[in-house]
């Protein structure tokens, strides 16, 4: 069994619960301060009355006094002020994920982009085990949806592990439509009568995939809705920190006893697979700077069949042909494209070898700087 992995340590704020109304207690932290936002606000669900099943059994249903509102404009008005809360805690290239309902979901969303937020993408968590509409004059509500947005939309180096996603989808792309089960048997957590400690406990499979699919090991992950602690659970068996915020103190109690239980995983399993897209850009001109390649080199195809001359500025010279490796790579062979780092080559002791290698020479420094 592998070592596991010590989180960082971080402000006092870090991997701690705090009490109290999110948006007081988010305008407490420091601006640009956190990497991932999972928020499960309030449904606003507007329950007229109980709800029965066809044996005249009362289903326990949200009928929470946080979940009650007394109009929609008031809704909106608390939806607008922890958002922006939000927005002022997320760090630049950071993500905002909100997960709710067909009563929330809409005014929600129209929110986010009425504050500059912008929408990667829409989520679909269908149940394999919803609840029944017990009435029979609905549709069966068997999803929720989830809104991921970036701060704004010039933000482009968010956090998305596309390969390792990938990877683990047999190697098809992840798609927008989740199926996990709803919480339930031995994950639900209950008091000591019995019943469910919170009414919307989120599977742990749904974080998971949202914390594995967009930050890394050591960001920092914000839940302004902490409840149970799902998102902390989860955060802390992934190496990531979390902050959460809850004003129920029998919530708060359940979530800190879970925590305690937590144990990460060993490093070695919270690496993320990366590909090519991943990597830092690397123009050749940086390897003329390391001092791997020198002007006035020859460089030749990999059976040496044509030839171009290094110049001072990066570019290549072969024949009347000049520009970028790529482009005078595809002139010489009477192509469209071509990928200059796999198709020329530089000669050392033992024969030719592609410029690409030097390219990861490159990379590995870059890496090591922290760059």
């Given at each position: 069994?592998?070592?596991?992995?010590?989180?960082?340590?971080?402000?006092?704020?870090?991997?701690?619960?705090?009490?109290?109304?999110?948006?007081?207690?988010?305008?407490?932290?420091?601006?640009?301060?956190?990497?991932?936002?999972?928020?499960?606000?309030?449904?606003?669900?507007?329950?007229?009355?109980?709800?029965?099943?066809?044996?005249?059994?009362?289903?326990?249903?949200?009928?929470?006094?946080?979940?009650?509102?007394?109009?929609?404009?008031?809704?909106?008005?608390?939806?607008?002020?922890?958002?922006?809360?939000?927005?002022?805690?997320?760090?630049?290239?950071?993500?905002?994920?909100?997960?709710?309902?067909?009563?929330?979901?809409?005014?929600?969303?129209?929110?986010?982009?009425?504050?500059?937020?912008?929408?990667?993408?829409?989520?679909?968590?269908?149940k394999t085990n919803p609840m029944p509409n017990f009435r029979g004059r609905r549709f069966q509500n068997a999803h929720?949806?989830?809104?991921?947005?970036?701060?704004?939309?010039?933000?482009?180096?968010?956090?998305?592990?596309?390969?390792?996603?990938?990877?683990?989808?047999?190697?098809?792309?992840?798609?927008?439509?989740?199926?996990?089960?709803?919480?339930?048997?031995?994950?639900?957590?209950?008091?000591?009568?019995?019943?469910?400690?919170?009414?919307?406990?989120?599977?742990?499979?749904?974080?998971?995939?949202?914390?594995?699919?967009?930050?890394?090991?050591?960001?920092?992950?914000?839940?302004?809705?902490?409840?149970?602690?799902?998102?902390?659970?989860?955060?802390?068996?992934?190496?990531?920190?979390?902050?959460?915020v809850e004003r129920e103190a029998a919530y708060i109690a359940t979530a800190k006893a879970r925590l305690a239980a937590?144990?990460?995983?060993?490093?070695?399993?919270?690496?993320?697979?990366?590909?090519?897209?991943?990597?830092?850009?690397?123009?050749?001109?940086?390897?003329?700077?390391?001092?791997?390649?020198?002007?006035?080199?020859?460089?030749?195809?990999?059976?040496?069949?044509?030839?171009?001359e290094v110049r001072v500025d990066g570019s290549l010279k072969a024949g009347d042909h000049v520009g970028s490796i790529?482009?005078?790579?595809?002139?010489?062979?009477?192509?469209?494209?071509?990928?200059?780092?796999?198709?020329?080559?530089?000669?050392?002791?033992?024969?030719?070898?592609?410029?690409?290698?030097?390219?990861?020479?490159?990379?590995?420094?870059?890496?090591?700087?922290?760059?």
């Amino acid at each position: 069994m592998g070592r596991a992995r010590k989180v960082a340590e971080g402000p006092d704020w870090i991997d701690t619960i705090i009490r109290g109304d999110c948006v007081a207690a988010l305008n407490r932290l420091p601006s640009a301060s956190v990497d991932l936002v999972f928020a499960d606000p309030p449904y606003n669900l507007q329950l007229d009355g109980s709800l029965t099943r066809p044996d005249q059994s009362t289903v326990d249903a949200v009928d929470d006094d946080w979940d009650k509102f007394s109009s929609f404009s008031a809704y909106d008005d608390f939806t607008r002020a922890w958002l922006l809360a939000c927005l002022r805690v997320l760090k630049p290239d950071g993500t905002l994920w909100v997960i709710g309902s067909y009563h929330n979901i809409y005014r929600v969303g129209a929110i986010i982009q009425d504050l500059g937020f912008w929408i990667l993408n829409d989520i679909v968590w269908r149940k394999t085990n919803p609840m029944p509409n017990f009435r029979g004059r609905r549709f069966q509500n068997a999803h929720e949806t989830l809104i991921w947005a970036s701060r704004d939309a010039d933000a482009k180096r968010y956090t998305f592990n596309y390969d390792a996603l990938k990877a683990g989808n047999d190697d098809l792309q992840m798609r927008s439509d989740w199926l996990f089960p709803i919480c339930t048997g031995g994950e639900r957590l209950k008091d000591a009568d019995g019943r469910k400690a919170h009414p919307t406990q989120k599977p742990e499979a749904l974080l998971n995939r949202i914390l594995s699919a967009a930050s890394k090991p050591g960001d920092v992950v914000l839940d302004p809705f902490f409840g149970s602690g799902t998102t902390g659970a989860v955060a802390k068996r992934l190496g990531r920190h979390f902050v959460g915020v809850e004003r129920e103190a029998a919530y708060i109690a359940t979530a800190k006893a879970r925590l305690a239980a937590i144990e990460p995983l060993p490093e070695g399993a919270l690496a993320v697979a990366t590909g090519k897209r991943a990597e830092p850009r690397v123009p050749f001109n940086s390897l003329l700077d390391a001092g791997l390649i020198t002007p006035g080199v020859t460089l030749t195809d990999a059976r040496a069949r044509h030839a171009a001359e290094v110049r001072v500025d990066g570019s290549l010279k072969a024949g009347d042909h000049v520009g970028s490796i790529h482009r005078v790579g595809a002139l010489v062979q009477g192509l469209d494209a071509c990928n200059g780092w796999t198709f020329w080559h530089f000669e050392r002791e033992g024969g030719l070898a592609p410029i690409d290698e030097l390219r990861q020479i490159v990379r590995r420094d870059l890496a090591a700087a922290g760059a």
